[in-house]
């Protein structure tokens, strides 16, 4: 059963061959929900760190189409991982109330899916405001 409460990484299908290129396809069958926005980040400085923010609701999958992503991650358990993103057929899932940072290298293009639409009240900026958060919900 999958712990849909952490990170975890997500592998796509990856079909072709090194001659001829390969397609990689993210469907119903083999994401863990139905996605209603997909944006995407790229040319991100690398001394720029984005991310700094939980999520009261929504879900995403990162994906570096291109380059390398560094992310962080923190739960409301205090549990803190580290992600290295640089195929283009892995994701990494991250659940709400998740406390992210990624870096990036220039040529890093960040895919992401997501499970709702862009809404600012779903953030959390303030990261003493999440940690505050571990008081509700744990
Ligand atoms: P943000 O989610 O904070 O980016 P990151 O996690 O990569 O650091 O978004 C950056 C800015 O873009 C912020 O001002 C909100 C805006 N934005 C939208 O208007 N719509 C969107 O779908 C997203 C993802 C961001």
Redesign the pocket.
């Known amino acids: 059963m999958i712990d849909y409460s952490r990170p975890f990484i997500l592998e796509f299908p990856k079909i072709g061959q090194t001659s001829l290129g390969f397609i990689s396809i993210a469907e119903k069958d083999n994401l863990p929900f139905v996605p209603k926005?997909i944006?995407w980040?790229y040319f991100t400085p690398e001394d720029v760190e984005?991310?700094?923010?939980s999520h009261y609701d929504l879900q995403q999958i990162l994906v570096a189409v291109s380059g390398r992503i560094e992310i962080t991650t923190e739960l409301l358990t205090g549990e803190k991982l580290e992600f290295v993103l640089e195929k283009p057929n892995i994701g990494l899932y991250i659940p709400k109330n998740c406390w992210?940072t990624?870096k990036y290298t220039h040529n890093a293009v960040?895919m992401?899916i997501?499970s709702n639409?862009?809404d600012?009240k779903d953030?959390i900026?303030e990261y003493s405001v999440f940690l505050a958060s571990r008081e509700e919900k744990l």
């Open positions: 926005r944006y980040t984005r991310g700094g923010h992210r990624m960040q992401c997501a639409e862009y600012e953030y900026r």
